[in-house]
């Protein structure tokens, strides 16, 4: 719970978060576009009050419809987040611009299943310099 890897300001607090996504449909495309606020709640380590700083998110990109069964998706994630406060006073640098760019692939395999592949690659910020993954998301 000591600072001797530096001021925390990734995880370990516990976070409100509200969103708003919106779509629309140009057929073979899909617009997608979408707003969410974090506040992370403050908390006490080694005896010292810490306050993440919040985040503004934005998102949009496009699905493309490449066939009945198959699409691509291209996307932009930007985060804008506040600086984080040891006891009141603002750690210097703490805030920052977050952007990623995700590309994505789904595919379905049965009427009840869908594969969705995809990788979301760092732009700018301290985000991780790509993530992949997989989802396989089935109807019963």
Known sequence: DGFDGGVPTGGGFDVLQAGFTATKRRDPLVFFGGLSYSAALSREISGVKVEPGDTLGVRFGSILAASPETSATVGLNLG?????????ARVADSDDVLATLQIGFSFIVTRRMLLSLSGDFRLSGDAPDFRLSATLPIRF
Do not use: E, H, I, P
Request: charge should be neutral; hydrophobic fraction near 45%.
């Open 80 to 88: 804008f987040v506040g600086a984080t406060r040891v006891d009141g």
